[in-house]
């Protein structure tokens, strides 16, 4: 996944060059500092360029959107093999921000619920682009499903602002019965 990722970023510079847009793979590569390239890195070096003011500002049509011009899709697993991988590598699943699930809007109940029969044991209920109906609907299934309930700010850093951290958070409780269900 790693190497889709690196060659998935290539390609969307390779567009944004084609487009006329005066971005390097180099910079983005910097930017990435080694790590994975996404598509903040992306938007990061077409600020620094500046072609837009702001990072989100490149997440449009026109640019890095969801089948946006500059646009690859990226490869993911299917959420069960993700699960599957992550319980095999002795870990605990716990699913991210059910409502927002790309282009789709939403992960789809039905999937939850076959996540949480597979061995889910969480759902983050408590994000910031959560609004409350949709913290009240993830709360009451991951109640009904037994999973345990989280939080997180999402925070990516100062790519964005205002900087998120810790503006929704996981109770300790819920903590705690993560760290026993993965024995730690």
Same mark, same amino acid.
């Given at each position: 996944m790693h190497d889709d990722r690196f060659r998935?970023?290539?390609k969307m510079v390779e567009k944004l060059q084609a487009l006329g847009y005066p971005v390097t793979f180099e910079r983005v590569r910097e930017i990435s500092k080694g790590d994975n390239?996404?598509?903040?890195?992306?938007?990061?070096?077409?600020?620094?360029? &500046?072609?837009v003011?702001? /990072?989100? @500002? $490149?997440?449009?049509? !026109?640019?890095?959107?969801?089948g946006g011009r500059a646009d690859v899709p990226k490869h993911a697993l299917h959420p069960m093999d993700a699960l599957a991988l992550i319980k095999r590598a002795g870990g605990v699943?716990?699913?991210?921000?059910?409502?927002?699930? &790309?282009?789709?809007?939403? /992960?789809? @109940? $039905?999937?939850?619920? !076959?996540?949480?029969?597979g061995g889910m044991v969480g759902l983050e209920v408590d994000h910031p682009d959560h609004d409350?109906?949709?913290?009240?609907?993830?709360?009451?299934?991951?109640?009904?499903?037994?999973?345990?309930?989280?939080?997180?700010?999402?925070?990516?850093?100062n790519r964005y602002d205002p900087v998120r951290l810790g503006c929704?958070?996981?109770?300790?409780?819920m903590f705690e019965a993560l760290k026993s269900v993965a024995g730690r």
């Amino acid at each position: 996944m790693h190497d889709d990722r690196f060659r998935r970023g290539e390609k969307m510079v390779e567009k944004l060059q084609a487009l006329g847009y005066p971005v390097t793979f180099e910079r983005v590569r910097e930017i990435s500092k080694g790590d994975n390239i996404v598509r903040p890195h992306i938007a990061q070096a077409l600020m620094e360029a &500046g072609v837009v003011e702001t /990072v989100k @500002d $490149a997440f449009t049509e !026109e640019l890095i959107a969801d089948g946006g011009r500059a646009d690859v899709p990226k490869h993911a697993l299917h959420p069960m093999d993700a699960l599957a991988l992550i319980k095999r590598a002795g870990g605990v699943c716990v699913l991210a921000h059910p409502g927002m699930w &790309g282009t789709q809007g939403e /992960v789809p @109940d $039905a999937l939850i619920d !076959e996540m949480a029969q597979g061995g889910m044991v969480g759902l983050e209920v408590d994000h910031p682009d959560h609004d409350e109906d949709k913290r009240a609907r993830y709360r009451a299934m991951a109640e009904r499903l037994g999973l345990i309930i989280t939080g997180s700010s999402d925070c990516h850093g100062n790519r964005y602002d205002p900087v998120r951290l810790g503006c929704a958070t996981t109770f300790p409780e819920m903590f705690e019965a993560l760290k026993s269900v993965a024995g730690r």
